[in-house]
């Protein structure tokens, strides 16, 4: 699992969560909405 952030919305990004072989994505708004 990785952290990692989309280039959208605000300033920093939007939050995502990758799988090891970054195959897979998912945004997680209701863990936070950005990795600041």
Do not use: C, F, Y
């Amino acid at each position: 699992m990785k952290l990692a952030s989309l280039k959208e919305g605000g300033r920093d990004g939007t939050l995502i969560v990758v799988n090891r072989d970054m195959s897979r994505a998912v945004k997680v708004p209701d863990i936070a909405t950005t990795l600041q």
